[in-house]
């Protein structure tokens, strides 16, 4: 059985804080922790060139910046116990392709993982990712950023085999059939989900998918909130807040609001320039000033950690890869923050959100 090379760091924290610079009370903290990242997009990079998930890399030709962030042995020397790995769409493929296109792709994003059992476990709920976290494996959610993967017709949700995708992201950085993307420039401004936006996310609902609602204009975000059943809670997983960054991307506290009052959670992502900081990289600081307004505003249940690693994002000088996060709780500690609190951002909000809608 082939097994991923990397240190184990639980093997000497004293010596991660070091090279860290930081205390063996945050690396411990880290270690003893649920971390689990709302959005990983390295997927993209093997589709594109080939880059190898199992291989640990370097920092690549740009020093971490838009790819060469993660891989699997990183995810593991780091403690990372789970992510949601996502394959986002190709929105120039036509409707027709890409449903097939999603399932090949799926079908390899699959494989890859459980080519490393020892490692990796693809899980589909809660219970499934504590089984593996219980055997020592990173616990391997799958997502698609880009709802217009199945928007071909009402029953391409269909498609997707025995609750293999855990959530959708309505609509990506182009709008859609679906609905409105909240880039600038996007074609029907002022518009918010269509007739088959809605309907779309009430499928998901059904299906007990997530909606995700990160990367949809204002319009669009309360249209979903208006379809979609109170009952389960809904998920923004990579996004900015606007309280601390007025930005496109990033959500406001209206917003923040209405995913906390269905008992969602809200992942803080690490590109920079969304986070109010230098384009080329700023400081792990950020990401704490984005989880801080969050908590402040609808309380420490509803913050996670969504980096949107390797999806061409420049993230932190301090925070490049999953070996820095310690960094983020030696921050969060600073902050007076308890232990409680801080394991609820690292990945207890997720685990709650997720049993709540699967169990």
Same mark, same amino acid.
């Given at each position: ?67 060469? #962030? ?39 994003? #699959? ?36 709802? =217009? ?7 391409? *949700? ?34 918010? *989900? ?22 949809? =204009? ?31 991307? =990033? ?76 960094? *983020? ?31």
């Amino acid at each position: 059985m082939r097994r991923l090379a990397y240190r184990d760091r639980a093997a000497d924290p004293a010596g991660w804080a070091r090279e860290l610079g930081i205390s063996r009370e945050a690396v411990e903290l880290h270690l003893a922790s649920d971390v689990i990242d709302l959005h990983v997009d390295s997927f993209i990079w093997n589709r594109i060139f080939r880059y190898d998930l199992r291989r640990r890399h370097g920092r690549g030709l740009f020093g971490a910046r838009f790819y060469s #962030q993660v891989d699997l042995p990183r995810i593991r020397e780091a403690a990372v116990t789970g992510a949601t790995w996502v394959i986002t769409t190709n929105p120039w493929r036509s409707r027709e392709r890409r449903p097939d296109v999603f399932l090949e792709n799926l079908r390899r994003l #699959q494989g890859i993982l459980e080519s490393v059992p020892g490692d990796v476990a693809v899980v589909r709920n809660a219970a499934e990712y504590r089984a593996a976290r219980s055997q020592g494996r990173h616990g391997a959610f799958l997502g698609i950023q880009g709802g =217009n993967a199945l928007d071909r017709d009402a029953d391409a *949700l269909d498609l997707i085999p025995d609750d293999l995708v855990l959530r959708v992201t309505v609509v990506h950085l182009s709008s859609s059939s679906l609905g409105t993307t909240s880039a600038p420039g996007a074609a029907r401004r002022g518009a918010g *989900l269509t007739r088959a936006g809605r309907e779309f996310v009430e499928r998901l609902d059904a299906k007990r998918i997530f909606v995700d609602l990160a990367h949809i =204009n204002r319009e669009g975000f309360f249209d979903a909130v208006e379809v979609h059943d109170a009952s389960l809670p809904l998920l923004v997983t990579h996004t900015g807040v606007s309280g601390v960054t007025p930005h496109w991307r =990033n959500l406001d506290d209206e917003q923040l609001r209405a995913v906390a009052d269905t008992g969602g959670t809200i992942g803080v992502m690490y590109q920079s320039s969304f986070l109010g900081e230098p384009a080329w990289g700023g400081r792990a600081e950020a990401v704490l000033r984005h989880l801080a307004h969050i908590v402040e505003t609808v309380g420490e249940d509803h913050a996670s950690l969504g980096s949107d690693w390797d999806g061409a994002i420049v993230p932190p000088r301090d925070l490049a890869t999953p070996l820095d996060l310690p960094r *983020l709780v030696e921050g969060m500690l600073r902050r007076g923050w308890s232990a409680e609190r801080i394991r609820k951002i690292l990945g207890g909000n997720f685990l709650r959100v997720v049993g709540d809608l699967r169990g």
